[in-house]
């Protein structure tokens, strides 16, 4: 394992929510476009990069106000890379024949030189997810993705989401994670309180994900480094990126969910949960000695897996049937859209979405869903 903690990708430093922008009004525009140009040009993008990424949140802006009556928002996302998403959700019609308007100039209202096309030609990465139109659901998201060049990209298995409690300045949920191509390796962890203080609790703990490749052994070293006083839940994890097995120890109110599909396409969520208590609090443990209460599991994911490591700010109670065609779609949106629809405002959120099978590019026959809890 590397020893340098820059190895290490870090919802502290590479990933969150920049802004979000709902498309109620014409100024929507205007202060969407001020604010992404500023973001490009702190992040280091050439002024006509910067222009790029100006005329997509435009579009994206339009296609809301157009096509969903200005029901939805854009947000703007920081990524590992420097990489800068542009991610729009709305509660519309959804979006009808999808491979037309992926065409670039094609419009549904025929408005000349608009529609998805520009999208997808101006950005370095799109994704698109559409469903029919359902009450209290997105209907669309759309994702628009712009890497610097000259700087490394994560890897297109991992889709990240973390955000703060009513979008406050601290989060108190962490998420460390670091990948050879092979293997990832994450520590997910739940910083006890709010604000200030439960950051305080959960930042510090990244480079125990270093020093050990066995889950536990992660959760004990991250016990050693909790500041006195301080504590959390928290989830770690191994697994193969290729799929095969993975490895997963948590202690506390952490939830992690494994999605597969059988030979017939029908689907099937498992949900693992830990014993209850804290790092940092838990009642025998003497300074993360063998007093630590932690579960294990080790469940094999086989050819087709998309793994979801997620706090309490995330919503256990859904299945893989309310989403449909959401998980063949890349891990990022996959996150964005489970970020948004089953996340808790009132709380931090965070959420880790993880293709270890192959899966992305090969979307699952839409079944009823069965759920098995662990």
């Known amino acids: 394992m590397p020893t340098d903690n820059r190895a290490i990708i870090s919802s502290n430093r590479d990933f969150r929510l920049l802004a979000e922008i709902p498309a109620t009004r014409e100024s929507s525009r205007v202060l969407l476009r001020a604010r992404v140009l500023a973001t490009a040009e702190r992040v ?24 969903a009556d200005g029901h939805g928002v854009v947000q703007v996302w920081l990524q590992p890379g420097p990489t800068i998403d542009l991610v729009a959700i709305d509660h519309g019609p959804g979006i009808l024949r999808l491979e037309e308007a992926l065409q670039d100039g094609y419009s549904t209202t025929r408005t000349l030189g ?14 698109f997810y559409t469903h029919p139109a359902r009450r209290g659901h997105c209907s669309s998201a759309i994702l628009a993705r712009f890497v610097l060049r000259d700087a490394p990209g994560q890897a297109a298995q991992l889709g990240l989401f973390a955000r703060s409690h009513r979008d406050g300045r601290y989060n108190g949920d962490a998420l460390f994670l670091y990948h050879n191509g092979l293997h990832l390796h994450w520590l997910h962890a739940d910083g006890l309180g709010s604000g200030e203080r439960a950051a305080a609790s959960s930042a510090p703990l990244g480079e125990a994900v270093l020093q050990s490749t066995r889950p536990e052994e992660v959760l004990h070293r991250a016990q050693r480094r909790l500041t006195p006083g301080h504590g959390v839940v928290a989830l770690a994890g191994r697994c193969r990126l290729d799929g095969g097995r993975l490895e997963v120890a948590g202690i506390g109110d952490m939830h992690l969910h494994v999605l597969r599909w059988d030979e017939s396409g029908a689907a099937l969520k498992e949900v693992f949960s830990f014993v209850p208590g804290t790092l940092g609090y838990t009642p025998g443990s003497a300074g ?87």
């Open 288 to 374: 993360g000695g063998s007093g630590l209460l932690i579960r294990s599991h080790s469940p094999v994911l086989g050819e087709r897996a998309i793994v979801l490591s997620a706090s309490d700010g995330i919503r256990r109670n859904w299945t893989a049937q309310h989403f449909e065609s959401l998980f063949a779609r890349t891990p990022q949106l996959i996150a964005y859209v489970l970020g948004y629809e089953i996340g808790r405002f009132a709380d931090d959120q965070s959420l880790a979405v993880f293709d270890c099978g192959g899966l992305r590019g090969q979307p699952p026959v839409a079944e009823p869903s069965l759920e098995r809890r662990i």
């Open 44 to 67: 280091g993008f050439s002024a006509g990069r910067r222009q790029d990424i100006a005329l997509v949140a435009s579009e994206l802006v339009t296609n809301i106000r157009k096509h």
């Open 114 to 127: 608009k529609g998805l096309g520009s999208i997808v030609r101006l950005s370095d990465h799109s994704d």
